[in-house]
Every structure is written in C-alpha cells, then in structure tokens.
C-alpha cells in the first residue's frame, strides 16, 4: 500500500508586531516533499485554519531559496496547495501513515492552539504512525497530549529550533516564547548539535524530528526509514 504524508503550515503572516512579516520556510516543505516523492508517497497539506499558507520572506533570499523551492513557486499546481491547504476538520487522520510539521517562526502561534491538529497527531502516533518536524515545526507538539494524559514528547529524544539559533537570527526579541524551554519543561529530552544551524535529526520509536531548516531532507529521510521499517502498523 502506497505510504501517505500529511505535510503541516501555517496561517500566520507576521510576528505580535505586524511590521516583521513571518510565514511558512518555503524549503522546510519543498526539501521534505521532495524526499517523499521520490519514495512515491502521496502527499497531503493542512494548516490550522485551513485556506492560505503565507511564505517567510527570508526564506526566499540567497542561500535558503534553493532549486526545490525555486521551482514551487515557479509551478502554479503547487502554489495552488499552498493557497488552499484543508483545515484539520477535513482530515482523517486515518488516511494517512505519518504526519510532517514545517517550521518558519509563524508556527509558534498557530500550530500549538490547534486541538483539531492535536486530535491528528495523537491518533496517528498511537495506531503506530510517524510523528516527525523540523525547526519550529516541534511547536506543534508542545501541547499534544496522549490519551492517558501525558505529553507526547515527554520522555523522548527530540530537536527543533535551539534558543541560541535564535539569537543567532536576531529574532530572540521578536519570538512569543522559547520553545526549547518548552519542551524541555514538557518533560522532552531535548538535543541539539554542538554547532548551530548544521543539519542535525533525532529518532525516537516513531517520533522523528530536525533542528533546522537544513535538517529537513534528513528529517524527511528519517520518516521514508521508519515508514518502511514500520510493518506493523498499516492504515484500515
């Protein structure tokens, strides 16, 4: 059975101040789908409300706007998913064998507020599917909870965006929170690579995540492995 993909983005366009424009890392997506289709998964996206996806504009500059992302926004198919991604409430979680979070700083206000986006995670992760994120992305799984109650991440190896990536980007002062210490005080074993900003990913069972944006092929091939050594769970 072909494997599928639900790829998460945001809603959100800029940071609390409107003067400093923010979205999805372009990238963060195009890396991953890339990775997925040459596995030949079918693919998916969603975002908290539903409807339109804005870009992180520092994503499209020199060197994050590389030929996968080039080439997205060059193909109108494409930006068409981006311009009408499903909402939660359309989504059954059983259609799909794991779910991908991107990252851009948007996702810090939308991603962990979605209870419908929680619902998704927490039956896909229980039924024995991939969780997995990169950079920011992991704020998505701040406030999952399983259905005993426990936080999804607590008590698991995982990564995502590093406090002092953000001061390195300057965006220390413009961030809602640091979402490093979040989720070490979900009870997460957070991990980072000893330099900032090189590709770095950490598997757990089926929890799968990268650090930053340079993480996401890595993280996206982690997912194409733990999909094809996951026999045992296959959707209904």
Request: aromatic share 10%; with cysteine.
């Amino acid at each position: 059975m072909t494997k599928r993909v639900l790829h998460v983005v945001t809603n959100v366009g800029h940071y609390d101040d409107p003067s400093h424009p923010t979205g999805l890392w372009l990238s963060e997506l195009t890396h991953a789908w890339h990775v997925f289709d040459e596995a030949g998964f079918e693919q998916a996206l969603v975002s908290p409300a539903g409807g339109a996806a804005p870009l992180e504009p520092r994503a499209l500059k020199f060197p994050n706007y590389d030929k996968t992302a080039k080439a997205w926004r060059c193909d109108p198919a494409k930006m068409a998913l981006l311009a009408t991604t499903k909402s939660p409430e359309e989504i059954d979680s059983a259609d799909f064998d794991a779910i991908y979070f991107t990252g851009g700083h948007a996702v810090m206000y939308d991603f962990p507020h979605s209870e419908s986006l929680q619902r998704i995670i927490r039956e896909i992760y229980e039924r024995g599917g991939v969780v997995s994120s990169v950079c920011h992305g992991y704020c998505g799984l701040l406030n999952t909870r399983l259905s005993d109650g426990s936080y999804l991440i607590a008590g698991k190896r995982m990564t995502g965006f590093a406090w002092r990536e953000e001061v390195l980007a300057r965006v220390d002062k413009l961030v809602p929170y640091n979402a490093e210490e979040r989720a070490k005080q979900r009870g997460a074993l957070y991990e980072k690579a000893k330099l900032p900003f090189v590709s770095f990913t950490v598997s757990d069972g089926n929890l799968v995540t990268g650090q930053n944006p340079g993480s996401a092929k890595a993280t996206a091939r982690k997912v194409v492995e733990a999909l094809a050594g996951n026999t045992s769970q296959a959707r209904p």
